[in-house]
């Protein structure tokens, strides 16, 4: 495998570096951000970050031009968030709506649908979120239970009653629409009855409660549905396929993953320098572990580069990226757990002086990526997605009833 640059795609890596060089916050690429006391400042911020983004055209770079992208390949994608990533750029506040939203639009909205949705996307005019977990069903997407049922409107117009609930959705509260997994065939096998709709956060009957997490943040929110009206017009893809969208969906969820790859360089960079500075590479028993965190970040870019080569050749990520985010989610657990063994005892405190390694920056990280086996599919939901579509093992049996 040839790993060295093009011409032009060393040339769009300077070209981004230049323009965040120009553009980048000073308070951003000094080091780790700042953390805002407020979510709801880090979204106003981050929604003037993305819009300044958007209009240089280094947001959706894979996106088609007339939705505000460059109509790049994968690999410049991988360039411009790798480079977004090195340079502590603040996170994309849209993530949600430019990696899986954008995406699933592109492949099953109808035209009307992108001309209404994908414009405002990339400038953060809207944001978006993701219904598809629940309580009763987890990862089980299949098993969702927020029931949706034809109606006509007084003007005559077909649509759909929402009702039901969804957990765990990041930044549900400053959503403006979200993607929504939603039952509307209960007499069928569980995957055949699903429909995917886009849904207005502020219509009537949409109540959302923030969670409080173990990092003291609320990021995640509960969604609960009460009679909720839903326009046909914002059915996206067949009645009943929704599963076929939202497989696709999770296929970019699961995939490559280039800002957490310059994340974790990053961040086993700090933890060397840290074991250099309280002699940690002189204790027997964390050596190893500091060459085992080291080794598996490496490995974590060479899976990225495998993907990312079988993306280039027009390929699907296909049901492999579950193996690509099964292993960097543990890797990152373990890495964090050797972290605070280097901390020692420090590893308990919260506050302090940002110099001090108590200080609560990598507290929040090892809190924050305890998560990481859970989102965007339980790791035990990715092993039986290995097991059975790329592996081809038999099926785990169903349980009698």
């Known amino acids: 495998m040839d790993l060295s640059p093009s011409a032009a795609e060393a040339a769009l890596r300077a070209d981004v570096r230049g323009w965040l060089h120009e553009h980048l916050p000073g308070e951003y690429g000094q080091g780790l951000p700042p953390r805002f006391e407020d979510l709801a400042d880090e979204v106003a911020f981050g929604r003037e970050w993305q819009s300044k983004l958007a209009s240089g055209r280094w947001v959706g770079v894979p996106w088609p031009e007339e939705y505000g992208g460059r109509g790049a390949g994968p690999v410049e994608h991988f360039i411009v968030t790798e480079e977004l990533a090195r340079a502590r750029a603040p996170e994309l506040v849209g993530r949600i709506g430019i990696n899986l939203v954008g995406p699933t639009l592109l492949a099953h909205g109808t035209p009307e649908q992108k001309e209404q949705w994908l414009p405002r996307i990339l400038p953060a005019e809207h944001l978006w979120c993701q219904l598809f977990s629940e309580p009763g069903a987890g990862s089980d997407l299949a098993a969702v239970a927020t029931r949706a049922v034809r109606t006509t409107t007084a003007e005559g117009a077909e649509a759909w009653v929402l009702d039901g609930q969804k957990v765990w959705t990041s930044y549900a509260q400053f959503a403006d629409w979200g993607l929504c997994l939603a039952r509307t065939n209960p007499d069928v096998a569980k995957q055949h009855g699903i429909t995917t709709l886009a849904v207005d956060m502020r219509a009537p009957g949409v109540e959302v409660r923030p969670l409080r997490q173990i990092t003291d943040e609320t990021e995640f929110n509960e969604v609960f549905f009460d009679a909720v009206v839903v326009p046909d017009t914002h059915r996206i893809g067949p009645v009943d396929e929704g599963w076929q969208v939202a497989n696709s969906t999770l296929t970019h969820e699961r995939g490559i993953n280039p800002r957490q790859l310059v994340i974790h ?39 990225n580069w495998r993907t990312l080569s079988r993306l280039a050749k027009g390929q699907a990520p296909g049901p492999e990226g579950s193996a690509l985010k099964l292993y960097w989610s543990e890797m990152s657990k373990r890495l964090h757990d050797t972290v605070m063994a280097v901390l020692g005892p420090a590893a308990p405190l919260w506050h302090g002086a940002s110099e001090n390694p108590g200080d609560g920056t990598w507290q929040r990280s090892w809190l924050y990526y305890q998560a990481s086996s859970i989102w965007a599919g339980t790791n035990e939901i990715q092993r039986n997605i290995l097991s059975e579509r790329v592996l081809g093992m038999p099926r785990e049996p169903k349980r009698a009833s």
């Not at 002699?279 to 490995?299: H, I, K, N, S």
Request: proline share 3%; aromatic share 6%; glycine share 2%.
């Open 265 to 303: 360089v990053q961040l086993v960079e700090e933890l060397l320098r840290l074991a250099l500075a309280s002699g940690a590479f002189d204790d027997d028993r964390l050596r190893p572990r500091l060459a085992q965190a080291a080794v598996e970040v490496r490995l974590f870019q060479l899976h």
